[in-house]
């Protein structure tokens, strides 16, 4: 049997039939793959077959993460709170995003919205889900 650019290896196979990776439906089967994937990681050390098996459950768990998974909508206070409280940071140090201490302020108790430019400074500072 081949699939894709080369033939599996024997097991790579019997990792594939002992938990064949499918679309992930419903919770149920994401806590049995994300087992799957935690058992998996407990074995040292990994060899190039369980790193591909673990990057398919991966994007398997990840695909129905980003179908299912709500995130809260946060004010643009709740978003510069929790961005100064992660990564312990001063009004001070907002100073190179917004022109005005006052500014700063005013956002954090409501009284003012992010605009698009301070927006999009704002989401620099936070890191990328995806690394």
Known sequence: MTTGLTNPSPYYLKLI???APRPIT???ELIATQQRINDLLDQKPLNQDDQDYLRVLGMLVYDYEEKTEEFPELTDAEL???LMEDYNL???DLLGIFEQEQTIVDIL???RKLNS???LKVRRLSP???G
């Open 128 to 130: 990328s889900p995806l």
């Open 90 to 92: 001063t009004i001070q």
């Open 117 to 119: 430019q301070e927006a």
């Open 80 to 82: 510069l709170q929790t």
């Open 26 to 28: 419903n919770d149920a």
């Open 17 to 19: 039939t002992e938990f």
């Open 109 to 111: 108790n409501g009284k």
